[in-house]
Nanobody, 122 residues
Framework: QVQLVESGGGLVQAGGSLRLSCAAS????????RGWFRQVPGKEREFVAA????????DYADSVKGRFTISRDIAKNTVYLQMNSLKPEDTAVYYC???????????????WGQGTQVTVFS
């Protein structure tokens, strides 16, 4: 059984930064891609960023490219999302996810975290 546990959300002023963490337990998920999605109430969940666990290659939604950075710590089995230059429109619940084919083309995933709230005020 795999568990993804997020941390690091919070309240920040526009222009500020936050770092989200997603620790996995149960398996190393070495053949998976791991990433982040976000969702605002009343809207569909949207892709934010993904990282291939073995290759380290990354992908970003256009809305966050240049501001967000996804990375991994293999020893800690943890994925990070460094969010800089935050905007009020980044406010959402952020979900960590893992799947063998995770990416911008689908909001489906095999494993999900519980979500962490990010609120950006102006």
């Amino acid at each position: 059984q795999v568990q993804l546990v997020e941390s690091g959300g919070g309240l920040v002023q526009a222009g500020g930064s936050l770092r989200l963490s997603c620790a996995a337990s149960g398996r190393t998920l070495s053949s998976y891609t791991r990433g982040w999605f976000r969702q605002v109430p009343g809207k569909e969940r949207e892709f934010v960023a993904a990282i291939n666990w073995s290759a380290g290659t990354t992908d970003y939604a256009d809305s966050v490219k240049g501001r967000f950075t996804i990375s991994r710590d293999i020893a800690k089995n943890t994925v990070y999302l460094q969010m800089n230059s935050l905007k009020p429109e980044d406010t959402a619940v952020y979900y960590c996810a893992a799947a063998t084919n995770l990416g911008r083309w689908s909001t489906a995933a095999t494993y999900w975290g519980q979500g962490t709230q990010v609120t950006v005020f102006s």
